[in-house]
């Protein structure tokens, strides 16, 4: 074969080859698989839960119990339970009778009866206030009650044992003494008239006492 023919016989192979198959038949080329994209996942919120909405209060408070509520007591804002009368108040001052107050009385009172005695008398006890028929409403004493025998709120006043209406204070002979203001909260008022002495007050209150109260104070000579 001539050297010119020859060329162009391979020349044409060469394009042929080139040419290949057409594309879309036989085996596809060879592809990366797809791959999806990644999604970050946002992380997991805690539920939003709703507050609480207070429930009205309208409801009342329990009652106190009894036991937890306060008794029916007697003081004095000079003479504390159990400590020195001021000499103002006893023979050696002013005699004057002392300030006095008190508080829950029991439901149904209807008066009060005051008693000061001394039961370290060598004799033995010794009176030295009466004071009865004192109003329901009545929650304190003055200092300086007058030893009148009706009061203006219409307490009366009872003997004592120095034989007068009214206070006599503490005016032992010698050594300390104990001296008692007791108060008791009656149910009904006493049908006696003033000047009645300790024994009769409380024979007419037997029966009628719905509490007592008690303070206790010393003189010493």
């Given at each position: 074969?001539?050297?010119?023919?020859l060329?162009?016989?391979?020349?044409?192979?060469?394009?042929?080859?080139?040419?290949?198959?057409?594309?879309?038949?036989?085996?596809?080329?060879?592809?990366?698989?797809?791959?999806?994209?990644?999604?970050?996942?946002?992380?997991?919120?805690?539920?939003?839960?709703?507050?609480?909405?207070?429930?009205?209060?309208n409801?009342?408070?329990?009652?106190?119990?009894?036991?937890d509520?306060?008794?029916?007591?007697?003081?004095?804002?000079i003479?504390?339970?159990?400590?020195?009368?001021?000499?103002?108040?006893?023979?050696?001052?002013?005699?004057?009778?002392?300030?006095?107050?008190?508080?829950?009385?029991?439901?149904?009172?209807?008066?009060?009866?005051?008693?000061?005695?001394?039961?370290?008398a060598?004799?033995?006890?010794?009176?030295?206030?009466?004071?009865?028929?004192?109003?329901?409403?009545?929650?304190?004493?003055?200092?300086?009650?007058?030893?009148?025998?009706?009061?203006?709120?219409?307490?009366l006043?009872?003997?004592?044992?120095?034989?007068?209406?009214?206070?006599?204070?503490?005016?032992?002979?010698?050594?300390?003494?104990?001296?008692?203001?007791?108060?008791?909260?009656?149910?009904?008022t006493?049908?006696?008239?003033?000047?009645?002495?300790?024994?009769?007050?409380?024979?007419?209150?037997?029966?009628?006492?719905?509490?007592?109260?008690?303070?206790?104070?010393?003189?010493s000579?």
């Amino acid at each position: 074969m001539k050297p010119r023919i020859l060329l162009a016989f391979c020349l044409g192979i060469l394009v042929l080859a080139a040419c290949g198959t057409p594309e879309g038949d036989g085996a596809p080329a060879a592809t990366e698989p797809a791959v999806a994209p990644t999604v970050e996942e946002a992380p997991a919120q805690p539920p939003v839960l709703a507050e609480p909405t207070a429930a009205p209060d309208n409801t009342e408070a329990p009652p106190v119990p009894a036991e937890d509520q306060m008794s029916f007591g007697i003081t004095s804002i000079i003479i504390g339970h159990e400590q020195p009368i001021p000499e103002y108040h006893t023979c050696d001052g002013d005699d004057l009778s002392p300030p006095l107050d008190w508080n829950n009385p029991p439901e149904g009172t209807q008066s009060f009866v005051l008693i000061m005695d001394d039961p370290d008398a060598p004799g033995g006890t010794w009176v030295h206030w009466v004071l009865y028929n004192i109003p329901a409403e009545t929650r304190s004493l003055k200092e300086n009650i007058s030893p009148e025998a009706q009061l203006p709120d219409g307490s009366l006043h009872g003997t004592n044992n120095f034989g007068k209406l009214g206070y006599g204070g503490p005016c032992p002979p010698s050594g300390t003494h104990r001296y008692f203001f007791k108060l008791y909260a009656l149910d009904t008022t006493l049908s006696l008239g003033e000047g009645s002495d300790k024994a009769q007050v409380l024979a007419a209150a037997e029966g009628h006492v719905l509490a007592e109260a008690e303070l206790m104070g010393t003189y010493s000579r």
